[in-house]
């Protein structure tokens, strides 16, 4: 196990006690000693279809037989094309402008350059500063490191985007604790947009605000309601662009499409990835706006490159087969629809957590929750990993970020699946020291 240097792992714990999967069909992992261990997490946020799923399995077989890589720097292939107009037809209306990378984190730097060069392409080119919030997670790479919110991703690495401020984040346990769904309270908070942010900084160098509609990464941080049109009002008085990162929410984890449809609020700007191809090859997706695509295109000389961005597997033909068939197996099983059906199943049983030992909050929207549990004085984080291994070994696999438990399931889940996963966390729960 030496050669590998594990991400966001704690290399020498893990390797003193692996925790190896081996297999996966449907909801559920088998592990290196053959336990059927339930998948409460979709791996990473990313296998919204279940495991195995065979359309997605036979179109990745089919087409690296076909034609296993095909550059899209000044040439194309079919696929490519087809993936994106498919993407584009079940995207928020409006956003119809596809740009493909491979990951998250490459889909949050792709949109800041794309916000600030729209900017700039307009003759706007005062306009650089971005603006992101506190415990926002939008990748590891300088752009969303900078923008994101996480002050121990950012510690270790000072040499940050110099052009950037944040906005406070929205979790308010005094006022909302416990909420099911979206809390009442904390609409407020978006006014700090107008009121702090953009008096200290002149709202004509600002390019573009980017959030997570719903924060995942920290903790399960649900908006509260209102508070993303308020984000969305101030960023049209000012000129601003507004960036939804999407990477977790989208594809049907709050019951709905996007969160952009479940919250009613159009970004100019939004990314996806993850559920793109239900996990099976790294793909990731910047969705634009016509008049940003068209931007570009006005500005640039004949034959010139309008925007000077992209990666060597962009629009990589495995993963385009991956995700037509991931999309279509989303449209042809209802997918998105059961998610929505299963939510207040799935929210009745999270909070009937309530009460159990370290209990502090419960969070939840559609298939996904937050249990945070009071930390141990002197030793943040210890309890919820205490709690996340317990769970494995009793066959649940689950998140843990600090003393939070995160649980997003693939959107496939049953009845019985919903009481296992959260009957098992009580288990452990009631166990903790």
């Known amino acids: 196990m030496d050669a590998f240097w594990m991400p966001f792992t704690a290399n020498r714990q893990f390797k003193s006690a692996p ?25 990473l946020w990313c296998v919204n279809a279940g495991h195995n799923r065979q359309p997605i399995v036979e179109a990745v077989q089919r087409q690296v037989a076909t034609m296993d890589f095909a550059p899209t720097f000044q040439m194309g292939h079919p696929l490519g094309f087809e993936a994106a107009e498919k993407l584009a037809a079940m995207a928020p209306t409006g956003l119809s402008k596809v740009f493909y990378v491979n990951s998250g984190s490459e889909a949050a730097d792709t949109a800041l350059k794309m916000a600030i060069g729209y900017h700039r392409v307009r003759g706007d080119a005062a306009r650089v500063k971005l603006i992101g919030r506190e415990r926002g997670y939008h990748g590891v790479n ?8 996480i002050a121990g991703n950012r510690k270790m690495f000072p040499v940050a985007l110099p052009t950037v401020d944040h906005l406070r984040h929205t979790l308010d346990i005094a006022r909302n604790a416990f909420s099911r769904g979206e809390p009442e309270y904390g609409a407020e908070w978006a006014d700090e947009l107008e009121n702090r942010l953009l008096t200290l900084h002149d709202p004509s160098t600002v390019a573009a605000v980017m959030v997570e509609p719903m924060a995942g990464s920290t903790g399960v941080l649900i908006p509260p309601k209102g508070y993303l049109k308020r984000l969305r009002e101030i960023c049209d008085k000012y000129g601003i662009l507004l960036i939804f990162d999407e990477v977790i929410t989208g594809f049907g984890r709050l019951g709905q499409d996007w969160a952009s449809n479940k919250f009613g609020v159009l970004p100019d700007i939004m990314t996806c990835a993850k559920g793109l191809t239900n996990g099976t090859v790294p793909m990731g997706a910047v969705l634009a706006k016509p008049a940003i695509y068209e931007a570009f295109m006005a500005a640039a000389a004949e034959g010139a490159i309008e925007f000077p961005h992209g990666y060597t597997y962009s629009a990589h033909p495995l993963a385009c087969a991956a995700s037509i068939a991931t999309l279509d197996l989303y449209r042809d099983e209802k997918i998105f629809e059961h998610a929505g059906e299963m939510a207040p199943y799935f929210e009745e049983q999270a909070h009937a957590l309530k009460g159990l030992p370290f209990v502090k909050d419960i969070r939840n929207l559609g298939l996904v929750a937050g249990i945070e549990l009071e930390s141990r004085p002197g030793a943040v ?9 317990q769970c494995w070994e009793r066959g649940v696999m689950v998140r843990c970020t600090g003393d939070v438990l995160a649980v997003s399931p693939p959107l496939i889940i049953n009845r019985q699946q919903v009481e296992q996963l959260f009957g098992t966390i009580a288990d452990v729960l009631r166990t903790l020291q």
């Open 381 to 389: 984080g210890k309890r919820g990993f205490e709690a996340f291994v």
């Open 142 to 149: 300088f752009g969303g490191v900078s923008v994101g919110g």
């Open 19 to 43: 925790r190896l999967l081996v297999s996966a069909d449907g909801m559920y992992y088998r592990d290196d000693a053959g336990r059927q261990v339930l998948d409460g997490t979709a791996g």
